[in-house]
């Protein structure tokens, strides 16, 4: 298949490219300005690309021939430099929903190309019907624990909306949120996938590496099980 990778230096999408080549797929990844990473990255079957994920006109334009779109847009790079990105995000939550927005409305012109938004856990239920981004204290203390900000709420809200966005649309989306604590680790290729709720290991935490979630995401490209839904994954 050919896809396509927004976010593709970040810490999820890079190893997103990476997990696409080795099961021989194409990739064309995407960043602001991909001069530098083409430069150094020369992997077979990877092509470099720029674009501006919030000019729709620009990312329609890099739609054609792409069987699958991923999006893993932060804004900043958070691999590089996490404090930057998490003020960026606070400074302007709504970038979330807006990316969203841009994305739908390229695909309007494509709707046959499938569209996969990396978001977050905050959107998860804690019970049926509340989620975790509308209960402060429960957010604050996890946010606390990850040592996050707790004015990173603000974005943790940004992305429930930008799964809101996604709801509204008949586009062939997906949603997918990773575990509360997705960190650099190991590839094991072992977890637990869920829809609304988080999947939580034996001592009740949400956890994943990013090497997993770029493993779940590649299964769902090549075997559609959430269009138009979100899923989710744990150990």
């Not at 969203?100 to 938004?117: E, K």
């Not at 019907?129 to 209960?135: I, N, P, R």
């Not at 990773?178 to 009740?204: C, K, M, S, W, Y």
Request: aromatic share 6%.
């Amino acid at each position: 298949m050919h896809i396509g990778v927004i976010g593709a230096t970040g810490t999820i999408g890079s190893r997103v490219v990476t997990e696409a080549l080795g099961r021989g797929h194409r990739v064309t990844a995407f960043s602001r300005d991909a001069s530098r990473a083409k430069a150094d990255d020369t992997r077979e079957n990877l092509t470099w690309a720029s674009v501006d994920i919030l000019d729709p006109a620009g990312v329609a334009a890099v739609l054609p021939g792409l069987d699958v779109l991923i999006s893993g847009f932060q804004p900043g790079n958070a691999a590089e430099d996490l404090a930057d990105t998490v003020r960026r995000s606070v400074a302007d939550p709504t970038v979330y929903a807006t990316a969203a927005r841009s994305l739908l409305t390229a695909l309007g012109s494509h709707p046959r190309t499938r569209l996969i938004v990396i978001g977050g856990a905050g959107s998860l239920e804690i019970e049926p019907g509340v989620v975790l981004a509308d209960c402060d204290e429960l957010l604050h203390a996890g946010l606390d624990e990850l040592g996050l900000p707790r004015a990173y709420a603000a974005a943790v809200r940004g992305h429930r909306d930008a799964l809101n966005v996604l709801r509204t649309s008949n586009r062939l989306w997906t949603y997918f949120s990773p575990a509360g604590d997705i960190a650099p680790g190991e590839r094991t290729g072992r977890f637990r996938t869920g829809g609304d709720q988080p999947v939580l290991d034996a001592d009740g935490r949400s956890r994943i590496s990013a090497e997993d979630a770029a493993v779940a995401l590649i299964d769902e490209v090549e075997l559609p099980r959430f269009v138009q839904r979100r899923f989710t994954i744990g150990y």
